[in-house]
């Protein structure tokens, strides 16, 4: 299975590479995400540099945790 985030206002999705956990933790915990974005100097691993994007795009809207078939 593959996990992603789906905007039920846009109806559009992504699907970064990683679990679904992951994914639930960097929902609920953005802003923490964010403070550990600012201070990285190594730079953010990709599904969460994905996630945080399209997070911030849909920031106000609702934001749910799907699963596919890969
Ligand atoms: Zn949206």
């Known amino acids: ?3 992603g985030y789906q ?4 109806e559009t999705s992504v699907w970064p590479v990683t ?4 994914l639930v933790w960097l929902k609920d915990r953005l802003h ?3 403070e550990v974005a600012k201070h990285s100097q190594t730079g ?5 540099a ?3 994007a399209f997070l911030n795009d ?3 809207h609702s934001v ?4 596919r078939r890969s």
Do not use: P
């Open 32 to 34: 923490v995400a964010r």
């Open 7 to 10: 905007c039920e206002d846009c």
């Open 58 to 60: 849909h920031h106000g």
């Open 44 to 48: 953010l691993d990709t599904w969460i």
């Open 1 to 3: 299975m593959q996990y």
């Open 19 to 22: 679990t679904r956990a992951e």
């Open 64 to 67: 749910i945790v799907v699963s």
């Open 50 to 52: 994905e996630g945080m």
